[in-house]
């Protein structure tokens, strides 16, 4: 059996630390891996707030994100935007695609699940949880970290009109 030197063992460790690390956030639902989870916190009296995160789909099959719950929300709405002659509209999707072999990836100014009448103002640095629920794969509960806000110009989507 080969030894390694005390300087080897130490990079290994660290190594392993390091990928934990990376880990910590990422759950898996069957050929499904969703990360980069956080929900965006609020101002007093903001009655809606926004989560985003990236599912990738390892699989052979699509699969479909259908519904989505939290505790802190009345409802979780999956919406989209588009720029409409200058401002960002949001549309209501009432469910979203995750082909086989991809990565669809929620941000804002793009796909977010919008928390609807909210219960609670989201604090940064708590943490909520997010249900979500896939036509294949099942359900899955998600913790979600509470991050800052954005500055105040990226904020606009949040004011930006609604059609559905
Ligand atoms: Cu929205």
Known sequence: M?????????VLFLGLVAMGLA???MTRLGSLQIDDVYARATVPGQEVGAAYLTIENSGATMDRLIAASST???SVLLHSSQMDQGMARMHHE???DIPAHSR??????????MLQ????????????????????????KLTVPVK???PKEEMAPMQHEMTY
């Open 72 to 74: 802190v929300a009345r």
């Open 2 to 10: 080969k030894q390694y030197s005390m300087t080897q063992r130490m």
């Open 104 to 113: 669809v990836e929620m941000k804002p100014g793009g796909l977010h699940l």
């Open 23 to 25: 880990n910590a956030e």
């Open 117 to 140: 009448d909210l219960k609670q103002p989201l604090h940064e640095g708590e943490t909520i949880h997010l249900t979500l629920k896939f036509e294949k794969s099942g359900e899955v």
């Open 148 to 150: 800052s806000l954005l």
């Open 94 to 96: 009432t469910s979203l």
